[in-house]
Structure formats: C-alpha cells, structure tokens
C-alpha cells in the first residue's frame, strides 16, 4: 500500500504545477491572467450546473472527471491560445508525450485509466467527450461577454471565434450557448433559456479565483486561491479513491468538492489553524449559500445546497470521505514546503492531530496511516532545532 500511495501523491503533487500555468483569459474583474488549474474547476462546474442542456445520453460524472484533467499536460507543454498560430500536429505529438510522462507517474491501472480517458476527450467523438468540448470552447468566451470592462482585444477574439473559428460550429451543437454569444457581442439581452438562466450564477462563481488560502503552491511562489484548491482536491479524491470505505460513491464526492468552498466567495477563508469565531463563520457561510445558490432555477438552487449541507455536516460516508480528502491536502503540501502554514501559525503536533487527523481517520484512516510518520519526522526534527 505505502509505494502505490507514495506513487499516487507523486503524481498530485506533480499536479500542483497546472496552478503555475497561465492562459490567454482574464478573470471576469480583469486583475490577471486565469491559470488552467482555475480554469478546470470552473469547467466542471459547468459541466454539473448545465447538465440538464446535455443530451439524455450524456453521462456527466465522467464528463467532470475528463475537465479535471483535460489541461493536464499544459504542465508540460503550456498553453496555446486559440487566437495564436499553431502547429497542430507538432502539438499533438508533444501533448500526447505529455500525458503519457505524466500518467505515467501513477500505478499502471490508474495511468492506463486516466490516459483512456484523456485520449477521448481530445478525439472528441463520443457524447461524453462532445459535451466536455462544447463547453470547453464556449465557458472562455462568456468569461469575456460577462465581464464588466472587457479588453477589446479579447472581444474580438471571441467574434472571430464564433466567425468561422472553433467555436462557430455551436450554432449548431449548443445553440443555447451560441445564441447568448452573439447577443451579448450585440450588446442586447440574451434571451431567457435554460443555458442564460444559469448564466449569472457561473459567471458569480468566477470571484472564487480570487479568494486565497493560507496554504501556498508547492513552489511557494504564492498562496494557494480556492477554485485551483477545489479543482486539486477533487483530482485527489479521484485519485484516492480506493481508500474511501466500500459504500462510498466517489462521483458524488467529486460534486461535493467542486461546490464545498463557493461560500467563500462572501464569507472568505477561514483557515483551520487560525482563530475563527465559528458561530459567525456559519451564518456568514449561510447566508453566502443563500445568495450564491439562489442565483439558479428553484429545483437545481435545493439540489445544489443540499449538497453543499451534506459536506459541511460530514455524517455520511461521502461526506466523511471528502472531509477527509479536503484535509488531507494540505498537510502533503505543507511537508513539500517546509511547513508552509504551520509555520505561519506556529501549529503543534497536537493540533494537527485534532484538527486534521481526526476527519481523516474518520473519513479515509489509510492516509492517515501513511500521513502519521511523516508529520511526525517533521515536528520531531522541528523540536530539535
């Protein structure tokens, strides 16, 4: 168990580095370039709150799982704007070389499993992979028509897109998506469809980019921001999936911690090590659910909650998993750096235990199990030097 683990968490931690990878778009408030990490997330959720415009056929759970990693091997190759030449067949060859150092960093099942997958998202032929593709050729150009204050240069990327670019062919495909588009270009109200009713909750979620964490990248370059976390926990538990307990349904975990910190985007971070006034967290985390989540249809609003209720309270087995998972991260991290927000908080191995080796046991005690030694090795050596 401990080399299949320890390969496992190579390949999570090589994952960071997507963080690190900055694309053509904005964010929605224009204060910089969006990474593809961030990008990722936002994709998934697309793919969880537009399901019902996807054909009957349509299985969105893998549809999520092939955004969490369809920018993958912008880790090694970087990203290529749609708007920029490109020597498509050159890419291809480094993309496929690409994916096949990084699945390679996982155990053979898992590596021939996410390399299938990957491989059917870029063929781009059945149902599951069209649906990814739809939206991963239109979620950029409403990033641009939503924002506030546009660049114009950007604009312009977007009607030439829908002129004749890649995108033009969801005229046909998508035509909710495609329709909006050329409203918006127009500068007139789209008009209401299933597609632009859910329009302003996606473009919201957008601010999530911009609420960082105490935890930083594993570069330490900078703080970790809440959507690129919410993306690498969801890949953790995909990843991690075998430790959860037999009843545990790891697509619904996914959706959990795709959605667990959209709160944020009102109530902020409350780091786990600092000092919170939880009752006020809570209504404040409330009220930001209420808001966030009341921006959709009434029927998709309930759904979504009661989601996002469940991971809170983590008394079920998914939630006990995810809570599990979205403590497990950080420690990873925080050992590749040298601390990192322990050190910021001057945590003790106790409170580590308490805060973070608790939902762990509770939710996935095989991490723990492997996670214990290495904290240990690490506060040891802390408390002799």
């Known amino acids: 168990m401990t080399e299949r683990l320890s390969a496992q968490i190579e390949f999570l931690k090589r994952a960071d580095k997507l963080k690190s990878v900055d694309r053509a778009n904005f964010l929605l408030d224009q204060s910089r370039p969006e990474n593809a990490a961030e990008h990722s997330w936002q994709l998934a959720l697309w793919a969880l709150v537009l399901r019902p415009l996807a ?68 063929a781009d032929a059945t149902l599951d992979a069209k649906f990814a593709k739809y939206l991963d050729r239109c979620q950029p150009m409403f990033q641009v028509l939503c924002a506030p204050a546009p660049k114009q240069d950007h604009v312009q990327i977007v009607r030439d897109n829908l002129n004749g670019g890649r995108a033009a062919y969801l005229k046909d495909e998508f035509p909710e998506a495609y329709l909006a588009a050329r409203s918006l270009l127009n500068e007139t109200r789209p008009a209401e469809t299933a597609f632009t009713t859910r329009l302003p909750f996606l473009a919201e979620t957008d601010q999530l980019k911009s609420v960082y964490r105490a935890s930083r990248l594993l570069d330490v370059e900078r703080f970790e921001n809440s959507a690129e976390h919410s993306w690498h926990i969801m890949l953790y538990a995909w990843v991690l ?89 950080a420690p990873v991290g925080n050992l590749e750096t040298g601390g990192g927000s322990w050190v910021d908080y001057n945590v003790s191995f106790a409170q580590i235990e308490q805060r973070v080796g608790t939902p762990i046991k509770r939710g996935a005690p095989e991490l723990w199990t492997w996670l214990l030694p290495q904290l240990d090795a690490f506060f040891t050596t802390e408390a002799t030097t």
């Open 55 to 122: 054909d009957p056929e349509v299985n969105i759970d893998r549809v999520i799982r092939m955004l969490l990693l369809h920018d993958l091997v912008e880790i090694i190759v970087g990203d290529h704007p749609i708007h920029l030449e490109t020597d498509l067949q050159t890419l291809e060859v480094a993309e496929q070389a690409a994916a096949a150092e990084l699945f390679g960093l996982l155990p053979e099942d898992q590596a021939t499993e996410y390399m299938a997958l990957w491989q059917e998202f870029e």
């Open 241 to 329: 999936a075998e430790y959860a307990a037999p009843d545990v349904k790891i697509d619904r975990v996914l959706q959990m911690l795709l959605l667990h910190d959209i709160v944020e985007i009102d109530a902020g971070d409350n780091p786990i090590h600092g000092q919170v006034d939880h009752a006020a967290q809570e209504a404040e985390e409330q009220a930001a659910a209420d808001r966030l989540f009341g921006l959709l249809p009434k029927d998709q609003n309930s759904a979504l909650r009661v989601l996002w209720r469940e991971f809170e309270d983590a008394d079920t087995p998914d939630a006990r998993f995810a809570k599990a998972i979205d403590r497990f991260q």
